[in-house]
């Protein structure tokens, strides 16, 4: 069982910023590439930024320039700092990984955590 937890969420104002991280737990090999996406009320979950074993990353051009992915390997886990924010950013946000796990290779959800940036 891989167990991915994030947390962070919550309210901020507008220009506000938050930190988001996200845990991987249980029977892990090793992961690949590690992502945040968001999904907002009424629109389709998309891709906010990405990040490779070796740390290569890449943004949504709306976040560009404001929000950070960066990961620790050796805790597994990733972080999303993101700065600047407008509503447009409120949304749930979730933690993805593709990992390998006994033999396997997994694509792992976390459960979401909530972002809201409002006045």
């Known amino acids: 069982q891989v167990q991915l937890v994030e947390s962070g969420g919550g309210l901020v104002q507008p220009g506000g910023s938050l930190i988001l991280s996200c845990a991987a737990s249980?029977?892990?090999?090793?992961?690949?590439?590690i992502a945040w996406y968001r999904q907002a009320p009424g629109k389709e979950r998309e891709l906010v930024a990405a990040?490779?074993?070796?740390?290569?990353?890449n943004y949504a051009d709306s976040v560009k320039g404001r929000f950070t992915i960066s990961r620790n390997n050796a805790k597994n886990t990733v972080y999303l700092q993101m700065n600047s924010l407008k509503p447009e950013d409120t949304a749930v946000y979730y933690c993805?990984?593709?990992?390998?796990?006994?033999?396997?290779?997994?694509?792992?959800w976390g459960q979401g955590t909530q972002v809201t940036v409002s006045s």
């Open positions: 249980g029977s892990i090999s090793s992961i690949n590439a």
């Open positions: 993805n990984a593709d990992l390998w796990r006994n033999g396997d290779r997994v694509a792992a």
């Open positions: 990040i490779t074993r070796g740390g290569s990353t």
